[in-house]
């Protein structure tokens, strides 16, 4: 089963707009789908990508799959290691990171997030619900500088 991007459902990965006009730029746009990033990332949230930049512990990255490199993800960039960034998902029960694949090189680190918008839903239709949205809609991704902490509780 596949979703509009072409990728199986659930799977923490990254429309492939990303790569596209990636090289010159930047600045790129990314959007959200499956579940890992919950409750930072919702599937459908678009995401504005800095893809030059130093990593820092805590900050949200786009990425490529050690072992499937046309597979895009994003995950938060928890700790630095020999031979690169140990990677986690905000959502300890979707797995899909450096848990399964290690340590994630240099190279494949894509650039890191920095605003998300979500899009609004169909059934946010009353005026509260809307004001609700309207407010919340873009919001800055800021790096969490707790994410060793859950490391070490893995």
Do not use: C
Request: avoid cysteine; charge should be positive; glycine fraction near 10%.
């Amino acid at each position: 089963m596949e979703d509009r991007t072409g990728e199986v459902p659930g799977m923490p990965e990254l429309s492939q707009e990303t790569e596209r006009g990636r090289a010159g730029r930047p600045f790129g746009w990314a959007e959200v789908t499956g579940p890992s990033m919950v409750p930072t990332l919702y599937h459908g949230d678009l995401l504005v990508v800095v893809h030059r930049g130093r990593i820092r512990a805590g900050d949200v990255v786009i990425l490529r799959h050690p072992f499937q490199q046309d597979l895009l993800v994003v995950k938060r960039a928890a700790e630095r290691r020999d031979g690169g960034w140990w990677v986690l998902g905000d959502n300890t029960y979707a797995g899909g990171d450096s848990s399964d694949y290690g340590v994630v090189p240099d190279e494949l680190i894509l650039g890191k997030v920095r605003f998300r918008y979500r899009p609004r839903k169909p059934d946010q239709r009353s005026p509260f619900a809307l004001a609700r949205w309207a407010l919340s809609a873009v919001r800055p991704v800021f790096a969490d500088r707790s994410a060793s902490r859950r490391l070490r509780a893995r």
